[in-house]
């Protein structure tokens, strides 16, 4: 199990980025070419207590477009879910807010903002 420090000490650099995103765009030409989440709602994951990073799964939404779920983990890694009591709650929850489910101090986070359409202007990592 990786401590925080040691996915920080993992050398990645521009060029090896824009070789994997160019490497996926190749690949996966239906246009999905990645996701953007706001600060807030970074802010709001990390902040859960306990919380010592974030992990991004992949999915497919109704339509079959491919969509992140990003979730906070614990200091072994472990998923912060909401609690199985509280479950009922996080769907009411998810009906009035498309982007979030809450649970008192449990937050998970999707689909974020699909590219394209919100994309940043031409670079090496997009284009």
Not at 22 to 47: P, V, W
Not at 74 to 99: C, G, H, V
Not at 100 to 126: E, H, M, R, Y
């Amino acid at each position: 199990m990786a401590t925080p420090n040691e996915f920080l000490q993992e050398p990645f650099n521009l060029d090896q980025a824009s070789d994997w995103t160019r490497r996926y765009r190749e690949q996966h030409t239906d246009g999905i070419k990645g996701h953007c989440f706001s600060r807030a709602t970074l802010e709001a994951i990390l902040a859960q207590p306990g919380c010592t990073g974030v992990r991004a799964y992949y999915g497919r939404d109704a339509e079959n477009q491919r969509r992140l779920v990003l979730v906070g983990t614990d200091e072994q890694e472990n998923d912060i879910l909401p609690t199985l009591a509280l479950q009922q709650t996080a769907s009411l929850t998810a009906e009035s807010s498309p982007l979030a489910t809450t649970t008192g101090d449990d937050v998970i986070i999707g689909p974020g903002k699909a590219c394209p359409p919100s994309c940043s202007t031409q670079n090496i990592l997009n284009s």
